[in-house]
């Protein structure tokens, strides 16, 4: 659910981040989108990219610098 992944993101935020300041921060792919290609919703693939374990909150800058690798 959104209130899941609120929650999820909250505990690993780093000093600094909040709600207010997203898009200091991004929601980051720790196994890239790229690395996991998809057709649906239904796709293997699309549920790992997409599972809180996944997810992860990272500053803007360290995610444009991570781009496609792994984290």
Known sequence: TSQQLKEHLEKQFLDGMNW???G???IDHKIPRAALP???EADENFKKCWALENLQPLWAAD???K???FS
Request: charged residues 20%; hydrophobic residues 15%; aromatic residues 20%.
């Open 20 to 22: 207010d300041n997203y």
């Open 24 to 26: 200091k921060w991004h």
């Open 38 to 40: 998809y057709q649906s």
């Open 63 to 65: 995610n444009q610098k």
């Open 67 to 69: 781009g496609a690798s």
